[in-house]
């Protein structure tokens, strides 16, 4: 059952990515099949929940394979599409195998198994999971509701109705662990290992659009060894989950922006909003993005599309608030609504900041190697402009969520601990980012290429 139940989620991913767009790379597609099925599978686990159908696997497996009907029919009416697509990946050529680009790819490689090896092995043990997120997923597999949840509705569980409550985080890790516990699966942790593999082969995919194979083989073997992202990856948490919608919403966002392919922004929607619907604070990529829209919409005159993308990416958050609001699942307000100064809150987060970003512990050389690249490139930003959208994207983000952990009164936890936990974790989404960014920027390209000159004799061409 879990291998049919898994498949059918692959299968769904890959149908809706090639409805939305016939532009994506093979290694697109198969990066993107995962997440984008499991994320549709938790909407319709939660729809089901609202209309008083017990979520159990029998409705949410008849739920996706009418949505796999219904592609399916749409693709074979369009076939024109699907040819298209056929036609785009018919033109990919396998790249040259270099000691380099063979090297860093098997690699990956290694790093890829290791970790898959360690997720399956270990059982669930780290807090978080054990006291909230997996232990929702059990239980809600068992009872068929979120919204009359046991753990919810008890008075016995009290302390799920505090600050920075557990009922009150978007669900959709919750809700894909509870889906493989209906299957049958022993543990939660097989969505992680997908999830993982899924992230290496759509980073791959969409970092291969601006860089040469050498290139993004090296930045994505970099961007899978990052020591705490890596961690947190094989254990049954929302951080490294959010990571890989959040980062890959705004690299296909990039790649819509630059490569002037329409299609692609509407997977960088559907990624942007999943990304909100794994933890709430994604609304600052979410926020990041409608901000660069709104420009380029009152720039181009595109006003409809404009609204489109901005009112959808917010459904999700939107949508949770009322949720909670309607079934009572509300928890003490944590936020401060009102503008406000505090010298001695912004020493600490700017002092924690710094901390982290100068932590080879925790990040190795990212940080380090974004600011060579990003220092290197300043006269191809200022005279070509180059990826400015991806820096401001990427710096809009990090501003956002800035303020939001500057405006929650912390009433749990100290700041400094917050900052050494949460604020840590929100960090795994930037960096693919920044690597993509040290990959995709003009000095480190010119370099590479180079390089491949050097390696194979010719000039490369950049896909």
């Known amino acids: 059952m879990i291998y049919f139940g898994l498949s059918t989620t692959i299968l769904l991913g890959i149908c809706v990515a090639l409805s939305l767009s016939q532009r994506l790379k093979l290694a697109e597609v198969l990066g993107l099949a995962f997440p984008v099925g499991i994320g549709l599978q938790t909407f319709a686990m939660i729809f089901l929940d609202v209309l008083n159908i017990r979520i159990t696997a029998t409705p949410v497996l008849a739920v996706s394979w009418l949505t796999i009907a219904g592609l399916a029919g749409f693709l074979y009416f369009r076939r024109g599409r699907l040819k298209e697509w056929c036609r785009y990946v018919s033109r990919f050529t396998c790249p040259k195998v270099s000691w380099l680009w063979l090297l ?9 198994v290791m970790s898959v090896a360690k997720t399956m092995y270990y059982p669930t ?8 997120f997996n232990l929702i997923g059990k239980v809600v597999a068992h009872e068929g509701t979120l919204k009359s949840c046991s753990l919810f509705t008890d008075p016995n569980h009290w302390e799920m109705h505090g600050p920075a409550s557990y009922m009150t985080y978007v669900p959709l890790s919750q809700l894909a662990y509870a889906y493989v516990y ?3 699966a022993a543990t939660s942790k097989i969505v992680n290992a997908l999830f993982f593999i899924s992230f290496a082969v759509a980073f791959y995919g969409v970092t291969s659009r601006f860089a040469t194979h050498t290139l993004t083989a090296v930045a994505t073997f970099f961007t899978l060894v990052t020591p705490e992202m890596l961690a947190f990856s094989s254990l049954s948490g929302t951080n490294f989950t959010h990571a890989v919608y959040a980062s890959l919403g705004i690299l296909f966002f990039v790649a819509w922006y630059y490569k002037k392919i329409p299609s692609l922004l509407w997977v960088s929607l ?3 909003m999943l990304n909100s619907w794994t933890r709430t604070e994604g609304v600052a990529f979410v926020g990041a993005a409608c901000c660069v829209m709104l420009w380029h919409g009152v720039r181009t005159k ?3 599309k404009l609204a489109l993308f901005v009112g959808l990416s917010l459904f999700p958050f939107v949508f949770w608030q009322i949720f909670l609001k309607a079934y009572h699942l509300e928890a003490p307000l944590a936020f401060i609504l009102h503008p406000f100064w505090d010298s001695h809150k912004i020493a600490v987060i700017a002092e924690e900041m710094w901390k982290l970003f100068t932590s080879f512990t925790l990040y190795g050389f990212t940080f380090l ?3 060579v690249a990003l220092l290197s490139n300043v006269w191809a930003i200022i005279k070509k402009y180059d990826h400015a959208v991806t820096l401001l994207l990427t710096l809009l983000a990090w501003i956002f969520y800035t303020i939001l952990v500057y405006q929650v009164d912390y009433v749990w936890d100290s700041l400094e601990a917050v900052m050494r936990s ?3 974790r929100f960090l795994f989404s930037f960096v693919p980012l920044l690597w ?3 990959a995709a920027g003009y000095n480190v390209s010119w370099l590479f290429g180079k390089v491949d000159n050097f390696l194979f004799g010719i000039k490369s061409k950049k896909k």
Do not use: C, E, I, Q
């Not at 860093?104 to 890829?112: D, E, I, N």
């Not at 043990?125 to 909230?132: A, E, L, P």
């Open 104 to 112: 860093a790819l098997l690699a990956a490689g290694v790093v890829m």
């Open 125 to 132: 043990f780290d807090t978080d999971s054990v006291n909230g």
């Open 182 to 184: 209906m299957l049958g």
């Open 270 to 272: 559907l990624l942007l």
């Open 302 to 304: 595109t006003y409809k």
């Open 369 to 371: 190697w974004f600011l």
């Open 422 to 424: 949460s604020y840590k």
């Open 436 to 438: 993509f960014y040290v």
